[in-house]
Structure formats: structure tokens, C-alpha cells
């Protein structure tokens, strides 16, 4: 059975930074498709950044340039690292293994003060 578990999630000033991880457990991340998403109060899930077994790494354009996707294969976790952070950037984030299909970790929540 596949499990995700997120963390790092917090309360952080406008320009500060957080980096999210997610463990996860029955499936290993390098062999796999990963991604983060995040849902804000009253939006829909959308997908902030992604990482292909091959190492593609993908990223909404609101995130270029402030957010990193990684993985760390030694713990089998995939790791955002998010810069510049901004208040719009409030939300719960998921871990994600395999596409909107497959498994979800529980969430995160980012708040981002102005």
C-alpha cells in the first residue's frame, strides 16, 4: 500500500522560504511520476511542480524561478523547496505519486503573511 506523507508546512513572512517534504512509503519515488499540488479555501487543486522518473522537472509559471523539485532517492522523498514566497502562495499542499489518478498525501498547509 502506497503512502505520502507530507511535511514542513508552517507560517511564513511575504519573501521568506519553506521546504516541504514528502515521504513515501509501499512505492519508490525514483521509479515514479511526482508532483506537488496545492488547493486554496474556495479554489481547486492545481499543480505547482513535477517530477518525471526520468528527472524531468516541470513548473506552473507562477512558481518559475522561487520553487525547486527534487527528490532525495537515499530517503525515498521528493522535496519542494519554496523561495520568495508570497502571500497568494497560501494553501494546502499535496504530495502526489502517479498523476490525479493515483496517491495523495494528507496536505500540508502553507500560510504566507503579508
Known amino acids: 500500500q502506497v503512502q505520502l506523507v507530507e511535511s514542513g508546512g508552517g507560517l511564513v513572512q511575504a519573501g521568506g522560504s519553506l521546504t516541504l517534504s514528502c515521504a513515501a512509503s509501499g512505492a519508490i519515488v525514483t521509479f515514479n511520476d511526482m508532483a506537488w499540488y496545492r488547493q486554496a479555501p474556495g479554489q481547486q487543486r492545481e499543480l505547482v511542480a513535477a517530477i518525471t522518473s526520468t528527472s524531468t522537472r516541470n513548473y506552473v509559471d507562477f512558481v518559475k524561478g522561487r520553487f525547486t523539485i527534487s527528490r532525495d532517492n537515499a530517503k525515498n522523498t521528493v522535496v519542494l523547496q519554496m523561495n520568495s514566497l508570497k502571500p497568494e502562495d497560501t494553501a494546502v499542499y499535496y504530495c502526489?505519486?502517479?498523476?490525479?489518478?493515483?496517491?495523495w498525501g494528507q496536505g500540508t498547509q502553507v500560510t504566507v503573511s503579508s
Open positions: 502526489n505519486l502517479g498523476g490525479r489518478f493515483g496517491h
